[in-house]
């Protein structure tokens, strides 16, 4: 296991939640690191990145209500998602861009986040 995530409950639609992800990776502050999510019946989607500098990027559908960040001296990434809405519903996983959906498994668990109506 490279990377523990926490922080998937279930809320209600417009709720907030914070995810984190606790990483044992060699060389982290230069890692590419993202947060990807997987919905039965979906594929698998990367929502958002974050380099080494802190700069960011997001997928369009959350564009504007998760913020991604990352505390080197903690080896930790976060994912801030704010206004969810139940086609957030999915399995979360963090882990360093360019690792195939089929393969997030192999990091981390991942973490359920449900979005009710």
């Not at 914070?18 to 990483?23: D, G, M, P, Q, V």
């Not at 360019?98 to 991942?110: D, T």
Request: glycine content about 8%.
């Amino acid at each position: 296991v490279l990377v523990v995530e926490s922080g998937g409950v279930s809320v209600a639609t417009g709720g907030s939640l914070r995810l984190s992800c606790s990483a044992s990776v060699f060389r982290f502050d230069e890692t590419l690191m993202g947060w990807f999510r997987q919905a039965p019946g979906n594929e698998c989607e990367l929502v958002s990145r974050i380099r080494s500098d802190s700069s960011t990027h997001y997928a369009d559908s959350v564009k504007g209500r998760f913020t991604i960040s990352r505390d080197n001296s903690k080896n930790t990434v976060y994912l801030q998602m704010t206004s969810l809405k139940p086609d957030d519903t999915a399995v979360y996983h963090c882990a360093a861009v360019g690792v195939e959906c089929r393969a997030l498994s192999n990091w981390g668990q991942g973490t359920q986040v449900t979005v009710s109506s």
